[in-house]
């Protein structure tokens, strides 16, 4: 049967062994012929899938550059490929580009802002300037001076912004205001330079084309009164029939008049041309201060041409006055020739008739002979009729010589109208002019005085917000300056404090260092008082340890020891910390109160008492018959063991054999491991142990003992090595 | 307890035991003798009887003695639910 077990379990296990081999074999054939094409299969998915996994990475890193950020980070070489494939990064490009911008953009922002209210502190503080003045000579226009002064400081300003707005490279810093007040006053005093040399000049040439002027019309009139006297002298010398003393003089008072009269022309000539010099200049200066266009001084060049005008008026005036007697005078002149000449002629007549007779033929009435009388009558009638002749033509040729008189005096009016219509129209012309300037100057002034109202407006809408602006930097600037004074403030404090500190640290230090001093020699002298005191109360306990070692040491054969309690007292009593008052507290009662035995004593009745383990070793709760009680000593009495035997260092199951166990304890008390021997005694069951207990808590007993009492007297030899002071 | 009592208590329990089963046996011998002497017409199964008695009794409670410190006894303890 069992061989045909045998064989068949053979065979089983021959066609398994067989099956076993073929299997593999026809699978991995199988698997060959599909391996051949599913390797070259598997392989081409593998190339599919990488290729693909590569490309899509690449497509997705061109759409998210975070990806592809992420992927350069983790992929060692995927940057370069990544590069390769799709060109650099496209946030480089960007970035400067934005971080351009910005920089660009915050330059003219902050331009604006700072330059608004550099102008507007300009502004102010020419306020102020204008405000605390600096000393103007001219009153009147300061108002539309400053403002116009601050238009064109506007101006300027507005060309200095937008020059600082474009040249942004610069850094921008306010211009200090000192500076910007000293160019303010410097450009004022130029101002006021100009001005007054302007109106200086004005005046000067005013002044002197006036005195000039005066001086001409002066002379002019003199002139005049000169002329005409002297024509009234004349005609009164012509038609006057006067005694000829009276006469002579009256000659001479003429001669006296023309001279006076050509002295009289000449210099009203001389200074009507030195007067006309003075207008031309003043003309020029006129023009030269139009020309600068210095607003303030236009009602000057106004006045002045005023003046001007009113001169050339006056003197265009007296002399036309001065003409006109001239020319009456020239009348008369041209009359008394006549007459002279007439006079001459007759004079020649007569004294060619009468050569005798002298000049002054009017007083020789008396001395005429009477053929020199007809002879004058002839002469007389013929001239008669010389002039009777003359007379007729001149009648007939009246009319003709009145026409042509006529055409003269009209060509002469004409030309006379004709200077008059020009310088009348010249006047008219100026004086129209003077009117529209002085009505520009007044629109002007209105406008001006109006635009004041607006800019005083605005200036007054500019300097409440000025002052809200300048109160919140004011207070931004106090809490700046306060901060900055807080924290100066703090500094100083602080490095005050660290200063006293210092010192007060020196001083502690030193006073530290002589107190440390003293009291190390104060201590020194105390450690050494306690260490005496240490060492003395360490010599106690190790005398009283001593003293209870040699307690322990007075028990007997068999009897115990005194009782411990004397001696713990002692010991407890020298103690002077825990561990040593626990370790004396852990001396047990039994101890303390009966005394412990000695190991002898122990030893000597383990002997005893193995007999009787012997006997009782196999009861214990289970077997506890007498018949069990028999078999144990039977046990006893047949089983033979070693008396001692030295026991293991790991006592293994074997052991725990009771006979053993005994032999291996009385080895222990032989060699006097009291320890060891309670330990192995321990380990016994049953009715041994109970006999043995006793045993075994006197054994513990003393054992304990005398391990709280070696540990004591290390203690104490301890304390008593610690107290002593190594040399 | 002291020192040599439980040693002690062995030797005692054994002596105690053996008085015991002595007495015993001296006891159910005698009751059997009197027993066969005045109603058993001094056949042997009474003092036999009476002797294995006695010594029956003396041995269990020798080992009743010494099973002692190995007894269990048990209480019932009533619980009030």
Same mark, same amino acid.
């Not at chain 1, 807080?486 to 100083?492: F, V, W």
């Not at chain 2, 439980?6 to 001296?26: I, N, Q, S």
């Given at each position: 049967?069992?061989?045909?077990?045998?064989?068949?379990?053979?065979?089983?296990?021959?066609?398994?062994?067989?099956?076993?081999?073929?299997?593999?074999?026809?699978?991995?054939?199988?698997?060959?012929?599909?391996?051949?094409?599913?390797?070259?299969?598997?392989?081409?998915?593998?190339?599919?899938?990488?290729?693909?996994?590569?490309?899509?990475?690449?497509?997705?890193?061109?759409?998210?550059?975070?990806?592809?950020?992420?992927?350069?980070?983790?992929?060692?070489?995927?940057?370069?490929?990544?590069?390769?494939?799709?060109?650099?990064?496209?946030?480089?490009?960007?970035?400067?580009?934005?971080?351009?911008?910005?920089?660009?953009?915050?330059?003219?922002?902050?331009?604006?802002?700072?330059?608004?209210?550099?102008?507007?502190?300009?502004?102010?503080?020419?306020?102020?300037?204008?405000?605390?003045?600096?000393?103007?000579?001219?009153?009147?226009?300061?108002?539309?001076?400053?403002?116009?002064?601050?238009?064109?400081?506007?101006?300027?300003? #507005?060309?200095?912004?937008?020059?600082?707005?474009?040249?942004?490279?610069?850094?921008?810093?306010?211009?200090?205001?000192?500076?910007?007040?000293?160019?303010?006053?410097?450009?004022?005093?130029?101002?006021?330079?100009?001005?007054?040399?302007?109106?200086?000049?004005?005046?000067?040439?005013?002044?002197?084309?006036?005195?000039?002027?005066?001086?001409?019309?002066?002379?002019?009139?003199?002139?005049?009164?000169?002329?005409?006297?002297?024509?009234?002298?004349?005609?009164?010398?012509?038609?006057?029939?006067?005694?000829?003393?009276?006469?002579?003089?009256?000659?001479?008072?003429?001669?006296?008049?023309?001279?006076?009269?050509?002295?009289?022309?000449?210099?009203?000539?001389?200074?009507?041309?030195?007067?006309?010099?003075?207008?031309?200049?003043?003309?020029?200066?006129?023009?030269?201060?139009?020309?600068?266009?210095?607003?303030?001084?236009?009602?000057?060049?106004?006045?002045?041409?005023?003046?001007?005008?009113?001169?050339?008026?006056?003197?265009?005036?007296?002399?036309?006055?001065?003409?006109?007697?001239?020319?009456?005078?020239?009348?008369?002149?041209?009359?008394?020739?006549?007459?002279?000449?007439?006079?001459?002629?007759?004079?020649?007549?007569?004294?060619?008739?009468?050569?005798?007779?002298?000049?002054?033929?009017?007083?020789?009435?008396?001395?005429?002979?009477?053929?020199?009388?007809?002879?004058?009558?002839?002469?007389?009638?013929?001239?008669?009729?010389?002039?009777?002749?003359?007379?007729?033509?001149?009648?007939?040729?009246?009319?003709?010589?009145?026409? *042509?008189?006529?055409?003269?005096?009209?060509?002469?009016?004409?030309?006379?109208?004709?200077?008059?219509?020009?310088?009348?129209?010249?006047?008219?012309?100026?004086?129209?002019?003077?009117?529209?300037?002085?009505?520009?100057?007044?629109?002007?002034?209105?406008?001006?005085?109006?635009?004041?109202?607006?800019?005083?407006?605005? #200036?007054?809408?500019?300097?409440?917000?000025?002052?809200?602006?300048?109160?919140?930097?004011?207070?931004?600037?106090?809490?700046?300056?306060?901060?900055?004074?807080?924290?100066?403030?703090?500094?100083?404090?602080?490095?005050?404090?660290?200063?006293?500190?210092?010192?007060?640290?020196?001083?502690?230090?030193?006073?530290?260092?002589?107190?440390?001093?003293?009291?190390?020699?104060?201590?020194?002298?105390?450690?050494?008082?306690?260490?005496?005191?240490?060492?003395?109360?360490?010599?106690?306990?190790?005398?009283?340890?001593?003293?209870?070692?040699?307690?322990?040491?007075?028990?007997?054969?068999?009897?115990?020891?005194?009782?411990?309690?004397?001696? *713990?007292?002692?010991?407890?009593?020298?103690?002077?910390?825990?561990?040593?008052?626990?370790?004396?507290? #852990?001396?047990?009662?039994?101890?303390?109160?009966?005394?412990?035995?000695?190991?002898?004593?122990?030893?000597?009745?383990?002997? #005893?008492?193995?007999?009787?383990?012997?006997?009782?070793?196999?009861?214990?709760?289970?077997?506890?018959?007498?018949?069990?009680?028999?078999?144990?000593?039977?046990?006893?009495?047949?089983?033979?063991?070693?008396?001692?035997?030295?026991?293991?260092?790991?006592?293994?199951?074997?052991?725990?054999?009771?006979?053993?166990?005994?032999?291996?304890?009385?080895?222990?008390?032989?060699?006097?491991?009291?320890?060891?021997?309670?330990?192995?005694?321990?380990?016994?069951?049953?009715?041994?142990?109970?006999?043995?207990?006793?045993?075994?808590?006197?054994?513990?007993?003393?054992?304990?003992?005398?391990?709280?009492?070696?540990?004591?007297?290390?203690?104490?030899?301890?304390?008593?090595?610690?107290?002593?002071?190594?040399? | 307890?002291?020192?040599?009592?439980?040693?002690?208590?062995?030797?005692?329990?054994?002596?105690?035991?053996?008085?015991?089963?002595?007495?015993?046996?001296?006891?159910?011998?005698?009751?059997?003798?009197?027993?066969?002497?005045?109603?058993?017409?001094?056949?042997?199964?009474?003092?036999?009887?009476?002797?294995?008695?006695?010594?029956?009794?003396?041995?269990?409670?020798?080992?009743?003695?010494?099973?002692?410190?190995?007894?269990?006894?048990?209480?019932?303890?009533?619980?009030?639910?």
């Amino acid at each position: 049967m069992l061989g045909v077990c045998l064989r068949g379990a053979h065979a089983t296990v021959r066609k398994n062994c067989v099956r076993s081999p073929l299997t593999p074999l026809q699978s991995y054939r199988c698997y060959s012929t599909s391996r051949s094409s599913g390797a070259s299969r598997v392989v081409a998915l593998g190339l599919v899938t990488v290729g693909g996994g590569v490309g899509g990475t690449l497509l997705y890193s061109k759409w998210d550059p975070k990806f592809r950020a992420a992927v350069e980070k983790n992929v060692p070489y995927s940057d370069w490929l990544l590069g390769l494939a799709l060109g650099p990064a496209p946030e480089d490009a960007r970035l400067p580009v934005r971080k351009q911008v910005e920089l660009n953009q915050p330059p003219s922002m902050l331009d604006k802002p700072k330059t608004d209210p550099k102008a507007k502190s300009q502004k102010s503080v020419k306020e102020a300037a204008e405000a605390s003045g600096p000393e103007s000579s001219l009153v009147p226009p300061p108002p539309a001076q400053s403002i116009q002064d601050e238009c064109k400081e506007c101006h300027k300003h #507005a060309d200095v912004s937008e020059t600082a707005a474009v040249a942004s490279a610069e850094p921008l810093k306010e211009r200090p205001v000192d500076e910007v007040t000293a160019r303010l006053v410097q450009q004022d005093q130029e101002e006021e330079k100009l001005l007054a040399s302007l109106s200086s000049r004005l005046e000067d040439s005013l002044a002197s084309s006036a005195k000039a002027t005066l001086q001409a019309i002066g002379a002019q009139e003199v002139a005049l009164q000169a002329v005409t006297q002297h024509t009234r002298k004349l005609k009164d010398a012509m038609e006057a029939e006067a005694p000829s003393d009276e006469k002579s003089t009256q000659w001479k008072e003429l001669e006296a008049a023309l001279a006076e009269r050509t002295a009289a022309v000449k210099d009203a000539t001389t200074t009507l041309s030195k007067a006309n010099e003075a207008l031309e200049g003043l003309k020029s200066v006129i023009n030269q201060a139009k020309g600068q266009k210095v607003a303030a001084a236009r009602p000057l060049i106004l006045a002045a041409e005023e003046n001007l005008h009113q001169m050339v008026v006056d003197l265009d005036k007296v002399v036309s006055k001065v003409r006109s007697a001239e020319s009456e005078a020239k009348v008369v002149s041209q009359y008394t020739e006549l007459v002279n000449e007439a006079k001459q002629q007759f004079q020649r007549e007569v004294s060619s008739l009468t050569p005798e007779i002298q000049a002054n033929w009017k007083g020789l009435t008396g001395k005429l002979s009477v053929d020199d009388l007809n002879a004058l009558i002839a002469h007389a009638h013929r001239r008669i009729d010389q002039l009777n002749r003359e007379l007729a033509e001149q009648r007939v040729r009246e009319q003709i010589h009145i026409e *042509a008189a006529l055409e003269q005096q009209k060509v002469e009016d004409h030309k006379v109208l004709d200077a008059a219509v020009t310088t009348a129209m010249g006047h008219v012309k100026e004086e129209a002019r003077l009117n529209l300037e002085q009505k520009l100057a007044e629109l002007r002034e209105v406008m001006e005085a109006e635009m004041r109202t607006q800019l005083r407006r605005q #200036a007054a809408a500019h300097t409440d917000h000025v002052r809200d602006v300048l109160k919140v930097q004011e207070q931004e600037l106090r809490a700046e300056a306060e901060q900055v004074l807080n924290s100066k403030i703090l500094d100083q404090e602080t490095r005050y404090r660290q200063l006293t500190q210092e010192q007060l640290d020196n001083f502690t230090l030193d006073m530290n260092a002589a107190y440390a001093r003293l009291k190390g020699i104060e201590e020194a002298i105390d450690s050494h008082a306690v260490a005496e005191e240490t060492a003395r109360e360490a010599h106690q306990l190790w005398l009283s340890v001593e003293a209870l070692s040699y307690a322990l040491k007075s028990a007997g054969a068999d009897s115990p020891s005194m009782p411990l309690e004397d001696a *713990a007292e002692a010991v407890r009593a020298s103690c002077h910390d825990d561990f040593c008052s626990a370790l004396a507290s #852990a001396l047990p009662q039994e101890s303390l109160q009966r005394g412990v035995y000695s190991e002898a004593s122990l030893r000597a009745r383990f002997n #005893a008492l193995r007999s009787l383990a012997r006997r009782v070793a196999l009861i214990d709760e289970s077997r506890n018959s007498l018949y069990q009680y028999f078999l144990s000593y039977l046990q006893a009495a047949l089983l033979f063991e070693d008396q001692q035997e030295a026991p293991p260092s790991q006592l293994s199951g074997a052991d725990l054999d009771p006979f053993k166990l005994l032999s291996y304890a009385s080895y222990c008390l032989e060699h006097g491991d009291l320890e060891l021997a309670a330990k192995l005694v321990n380990q016994l069951r049953g009715e041994a142990r109970r006999v043995v207990e006793d045993w075994l808590t006197e054994a513990r007993l003393t054992l304990e003992t005398r391990q709280v009492v070696s540990l004591l007297s290390a203690y104490a030899n301890a304390a008593g090595l610690g107290t002593t002071q190594a040399p | 307890m002291t020192s040599e009592n439980m040693a002690d208590e062995y030797g005692r329990k054994w002596d105690r035991c053996l008085a015991d089963t002595a007495v015993k046996t001296a006891t159910g011998l005698g009751v059997g003798i009197v027993l066969s002497v005045l109603l058993f017409k001094r056949r042997m199964w009474p003092v036999s009887f009476g002797s294995g008695l006695g010594l029956g009794m003396g041995y269990s409670n020798c080992q009743h003695d010494f099973r002692s410190p190995y007894l269990i006894h048990g209480h019932t303890v009533k619980v009030n639910a």
